[in-house]
């Protein structure tokens, strides 16, 4: 019997080993380093046929726990603002959809691009807005944020619908911030840089192809994120 509790105490253990080493944001009573992640994940309902949600995630250098900032449209119902900023797991699901990373930064001089970040979620000029299609929605906010943060080299996919909005503007930086977009409403346009690659958007629908792989809509991406890809060799790399 004390063999057989011993086994199942090291079962239980190894169980919640593996689920902490499937964790995409690190532990922060573990990883006192600063932070920021960028994820995104398949949208609520038939919504999420088509396109994802997207969010950024910030942990200061000894930062207790995470915060999110999203855009979330139906706070409008009862609120001024679509933009929410709460502490929560970066990496939890949403709405029972799988999270990916599309970007990380960490250590020396990222407390200064949180800094950054803070300024550009204050002044998201559509934080009373929300539009499913084109835009503005949680992608463009998420976009905002990476034009203004260019060093956090964000790739969002063909799915994150919204990203391409302009608002009044025809000419900008890319989604990351780097190269350059022309973009009619969100609804027509093209872009180019060394992150996202070459891209045209029709309708809000990208394609498009890049250093990740290719792009497509409703299918997203045939190959891996920056960040995943920059985690697989830094892992396969460890001795």
């Known amino acids: 019997m004390k063999s057989f509790l011993v086994f199942l105490l090291g079962m239980l253990l190894g169980a919640t080993a593996f689920a902490q080493d499937m964790r995409m944001a ?23 046929l088509f396109g994802v949600h997207t969010w950024v995630a910030v942990k200061p250098t000894n930062a207790p726990e995470w915060m999110v900032y999203e855009v979330i449209g ?3 119902r009862w609120a001024e603002s679509v933009v929410v900023a709460r502490n929560r797991d970066p ?34 000029p559509y934080a009373n807005q929300y539009t499913t299609w084109p835009g503005p929605n949680s992608n463009t906010f998420t976009a905002w944020i990476a034009r ?29 911030g780097s190269g350059f977009q022309l973009s009619i409403a969100g609804l027509l346009g093209v872009s180019a840089s060394g992150v996202e690659g070459i891209e045209l958007n029709v309708l809000g629908l990208s ?14 991406r045939i190959g891996a994120a920056r960040a995943a ?11």
């Open 91 to 124: 990496d939890g699901r949403w709405f029972g959809s799988e999270p990916e990373l599309y970007a990380e930064k960490r250590g020396a001089g990222v407390d200064e691009l949180i800094k950054r970040i803070e300024k550009a979620v204050h002044d998201y």
């Open 207 to 220: 394609f498009g192809v890049g250093p990740s792989g290719i792009k497509l809509p409703i299918v997203g």
């Open 26 to 48: 690190p532990d922060p009573k573990i990883v006192r380093e600063a932070v920021v992640q960028v994820y995104g994940a398949r949208a609520l309902g038939f919504k999420g």
């Open 229 to 239: 890809y920059a985690a697989e060799i830094t892992e396969t790399s460890r001795p």
């Open 74 to 76: 139906w706070r409008l």
């Open 148 to 176: 203004a943060v260019p060093e956090l080299e964000v790739d969002l996919p063909a799915t994150a619908i919204g990203k391409d909005y302009l608002g009044g503007s025809i000419f900008s930086s890319a989604p990351s």
